[in-house]
């Protein structure tokens, strides 16, 4: 449970309560011991006795504890929390929800109050968005800093990666998310117009059958955990005049697999180059080699082929949807349905002859 000052406690009352507050106990109430069947338990809750203008009142102290079924983080518990701060009082017969707030690195408890919506301030970097270039590169226009600053993007990717972590249950959570998580593969699924003149329901419950295999295929791999961005792709790079670049918007947690981010950036690559003809060819078939090349030479992880197939068929979906996508022409949208269906058929992915995939 919480280590707290009583004072500490008695000024967050008085900050969330209107009166005369003057706290006058504290201790634990029950016990994961007297919870009869349920052995598994968040956290011992602790009984607070105050006075409130001179009237006693009780209010019990929760917080969750962590574990393995997606409670890991600090932001995993929260968001918990305020749900249930949020809407346990519009419950007929449910607790009064009275305070919702944190503790800070002092011990503090610091209220959250009047909640609507949560924001991010972030440092202003300059530069510009990384998909002009490919823009740029779409009309002919390749130079020699595009392949030079694609092997950067390889090398700091192999550098992020080398980071790794043994918690293996981090691994299950991130490829259990991949396959049923809102924001990726079922959840985009969900998202497509449904009927869909160009991706028929059998050919959306085919995938989702196949993408279960690969999700037990997957837990094998467990060792592989290791730092990522999470959302690597060219809206979320930006490059500065000096030829560097900045990242925005990591996504879905610190660690991962690097498959993630490798196939997110070379995806866009195949989604440019679908634009001058079916084939990944040309300037963008380059970019793709040298990313692909430069990443594996460093690393050498032949082993990221053998994970790779599913995390293109989630950023396949992304690029693939006519909601975020709505300007494809059709063969675009057709080639890349056709890229993430085959992918899935093959247990190494052949990164050197990625059109074979193409084909219909």
């Known amino acids: 449970m919480l280590e707290m000052k009583l004072e500490n406690l008695e000024n967050y009352l ?33 009984l607070i006795n105050f006075r409130q203008d001179g009237k006693p009142v009780q209010a019990v102290l929760s917080a969750m504890k962590g574990d393995r079924y997606g409670h890991q983080f600090y932001w995993d518990r929260a968001a918990i929390l305020m749900f249930q701060y949020e809407t346990g009082g519009l419950m007929k ?42 823009e740029r590169i779409k009309s002919g ?3 020699e800093r595009d392949i030079g ?76 955990l290791s730092e990522v961005h999470g959302d690597f792709h060219p809206w979320n790079v930006l490059i500065r005049e000096d030829g560097g670049f900045s990242v925005l918007d990591r996504s879905r947690g610190q660690w991962g697999e690097p498959a993630d981010d490798v196939s997110t950036m070379t995806c866009n690559y195949l989604l440019y180059s679908l634009y ?6 040309g300037d963008f078939e380059q970019l793709y080699r040298t990313l692909w090349d430069t990443y ?17 068929v989630f950023r396949g979906l992304v ?9 494809h022409p059709l063969e675009v949208r057709q080639a890349l349905f056709r890229f993430l269906e085959n992918i899935l058929e093959e247990d190494v992915f052949d990164y050197q002859n990625i059109n074979k995939y193409l084909q219909g």
């Open 14 to 46: 008085r900050s969330i309560l209107d009166g005369k507050i003057e706290l006058t106990g504290i201790g634990e109430i029950g016990s994961l011991d007297e919870q009869g069947m349920k052995d598994f338990g968040y956290g011992k809750p602790m």
């Open 93 to 134: 017969h449910h607790v009064r929800p009275m305070g919702l707030g944190y503790v800070d690195g002092s011990g503090r408890l610091v209220p959250v109050k009047d909640v609507n919506e949560f924001f991010i301030l972030n440092e202003k970097v300059e530069g510009k968005d990384y998909f002009l270039d490919l």
């Open 141 to 143: 226009q390749l130079l």
């Open 149 to 224: 600053l694609t092997a950067e993007f390889a090398l700091w990717l192999a550098d992020l990666h080398s980071a790794k972590s043994p918690e293996k249950d981090l691994y299950h959570r991130r490829i259990r998310q991949l396959i049923g998580d809102s924001e990726c593969i079922f959840g985009l699924i969900d998202a497509y117009p449904h009927p869909f003149e160009h991706f028929p329901e059998k050919r959306f419950i085919d995938l989702e059958k196949k993408l279960i295999e690969w999700r037990w295929k997957l837990r094998r791999y467990d060792h592989r």
């Open 276 to 281: 001058s003809g079916p084939r990944l060819s």
């Open 296 to 312: 594996l030479d460093k690393t050498n992880d032949r082993e990221i082929l053998e994970v790779v197939a599913p995390f293109y």
């Open 319 to 327: 690029i693939a949807s006519p909601e975020w996508y709505p300007g």
